[in-house]
Antibody, heavy 116, light 108 residues
Framework: EVQLVESGGGLVQPGGSLRLSCAAS????????INWVRQAPGKGLEWVSY????????YYADSVKGRFTVSRDNAKKLVFLQMNSLRVEDTAVYYC?????????WGLGTLVTVSS | EIVLTQSPATLSLSPGERATLSCRAS??????LTWYQQKSGQAPRLLIY???KRATGIPARFSGSGSGTDFTLTISTLEPEDFAVYYC??????????FGQGTRLEIK
């Protein structure tokens, strides 16, 4: 069974940092690109970042460019999202999603709250 | 950036009725249009990709159509479990991947 499990969310002050993890199982990890998508409370979906299978191609939404860094460890089947200089508007549930036929499998998400 | 506009914002129907949800793109996305369903407190689930192809395990009552800038998600006969929020998404011209603002399908 395909599984993606996010972790690392929590409460952080504005300007702070968090590192999210996405642990994959049930599929050949190195065959799939991974995206991060977030959802602010009561709002819609917003794409955040993409990483290719090898990690050589990476994209970011303009709203996080220069502050967030995505990476992956294929040996451990993990994807990371390092989030620095966090803002109140980064408050959201963060999902990792596998890119098969588009975003065909999603984790349950991890909540990031940026507040003083 | 391609903007996707979904209508209506909220659709109120009864089980057994037919639902028609629309998604309009600010420029052509060919058939690179995807639909997701999100139930309250859950992650999104892939329903339709390439505008009209059902994802694995999706019931036949869900269908997608359209190309270019106008797309439709149709649920032929609503089941109680179909009441949720539906999002369209494009990746014809990306990054960024963009989503519509969602249509809430609620029980009348």
């Amino acid at each position: 069974e395909v599984q993606l499990v996010e972790s690392g969310g929590g409460l952080v002050q504005p300007g702070g940092s968090l590192r999210l993890s996405c642990a994959a199982s049930g599929f050949i990890f190195t065959d799939y690109e991974i995206n991060w998508v977030r959802q602010a409370p009561g709002k819609g979906l917003e794409w955040v970042s993409y990483i290719s299978t090898s990690g050589s191609t990476i994209y970011y939404a303009d709203s996080v460019k220069g502050r967030f860094t995505v990476s992956r460890d294929n040996a451990k089947k993990l994807v990371f999202l390092q989030m620095n200089s966090l803002r109140v508007e980064d408050t959201a549930v963060y999902y990792c999603a596998r890119e098969g036929v588009d975003l065909d499998s999603w984790g349950l998400g991890t909540l990031v709250t940026v507040s003083s | 950036e391609i903007v996707l506009t979904q209508s209506p914002a909220t659709l109120s129907l009864s089980p057994g009725e037919r639902a028609t949800l629309s998604c309009r793109a600010s420029q052509s996305v060919s058939t690179s249009l995807t639909w997701y369903q999100q139930k309250s407190g859950q992650a999104p689930r892939l329903l339709i990709y390439d505008a009209s192809k059902r994802a694995t395990g999706i019931p036949a009552r869900f269908s997608g159509s359209g190309s270019g800038t106008d797309f439709t998600l149709t649920i032929s006969t609503l089941e109680p479990e179909d009441f949720a929020v539906y999002y369209c998404q494009q990746r014809s011209d990306w990054p960024p991947i963009t989503f519509g603002q969602g249509t809430r399908l609620e029980i009348k």
